[in-house]
């Protein structure tokens, strides 16, 4: 076990000597892990904060934030998705396919919001669109392309939380794997 030399104020020490029950350095250890838990939650959340001012700078989201504009956040990109399916469904109204998807994407949507923006994912993925080095369209082209057929040719079947954290792990592993294809071109 590591040592540790602290500085107190002599009158918290007599006081502290008074008290031969009490095991102190188990009281500074606890006390000095919450203090750096609390470092810790706040280090991460200043880092979400940065990336979330990068990205908006750049008309990018992390998330859903309520804009319009033609870059959207992956989960307003789900809802998107899913309002297509559902016009696709009226277009063929005998293909139940669409209607699955649609109910797929938007439950995907919804769980997908529930995970703080300050979870190591959201994080790992708001960092491949952060690069200022590499040409993001690659990236939009692909995250496209991975969410127009999800749910459409599987069984209908209702997506937990579970589900959505392993599709955003995926995900993130697939743009963080373009992202380095990207940086050695």
Same mark, same amino acid.
């Given at each position: 076990?590591?040592?540790?030399?602290?500085?107190?104020?002599?009158?918290?020490?007599?006081?502290?000597?008074?008290?031969?029950? #009490?095991?102190?350095?188990?009281?500074?250890?606890?006390?000095? #892990?919450?203090?750096?838990? =609390?470092?810790?939650?706040?280090?991460?959340?200043? @880092? *979400?904060?940065?990336?979330?001012?990068? %990205?908006?700078?750049?008309?990018?989201? %992390?998330?859903?934030?309520? !804009? $319009?504009?033609? !870059?959207?956040?992956? *989960? =307003?990109?789900?809802?998107?998705?899913? #309002?297509?399916?559902?016009?696709?469904?009226?277009?063929?109204? !005998? $293909? *139940?396919?669409?209607?699955?998807?649609?109910?797929?994407?938007?439950?995907?949507? /919804?769980?997908?919001?529930?995970?703080?923006?300050?979870?190591?994912?959201?994080?790992?993925?708001?960092?491949?669109?952060?690069?200022?080095?590499? $040409?993001?369209?690659?990236? *939009?082209?692909?995250?496209? =392309?991975?969410?127009?057929?999800?749910?459409?040719?599987?069984?209908?079947?209702?997506?937990?939380?579970? $589900?959505?954290?392993?599709? %955003?792990?995926?995900?993130?592993? !697939?743009?963080?794997?373009?992202?380095? /294809?990207?940086?050695? @071109?």
């Amino acid at each position: 076990m590591a040592r540790m030399t602290i500085s107190i104020p002599d009158a918290l020490q007599k006081r502290m000597r008074r008290t031969k029950s #009490e095991n102190w350095s188990a009281v500074a250890a606890a006390a000095f #892990e919450a203090r750096l838990t =609390e470092v810790q939650q706040n280090m991460r959340q200043q @880092e *979400v904060e940065k990336v979330a001012r990068k %990205l908006k700078a750049e008309g990018l989201r %992390l998330a859903k934030d309520g !804009d $319009d504009g033609d !870059d959207k956040g992956l *989960v =307003e990109k789900l809802e998107f998705q899913a #309002e297509w399916r559902d016009q696709k469904a009226e277009e063929y109204p !005998d $293909d *139940v396919r669409n209607r699955n998807s649609a109910t797929a994407l938007r439950q995907l949507a /919804e769980h997908l919001d529930k995970i703080p923006r300050t979870d190591q994912l959201w994080i790992r993925y708001a960092r491949v669109w952060e690069q200022d080095d590499v $040409d993001t369209f690659r990236f *939009v082209e692909y995250e496209d =392309e991975e969410l127009r057929p999800y749910g459409f040719h599987n069984e209908p079947a209702e997506v937990t939380m579970e $589900d959505a954290v392993q599709f %955003l792990e995926g995900h993130v592993e !697939d743009l963080e794997r373009l992202l380095a /294809e990207a940086m050695v @071109e």
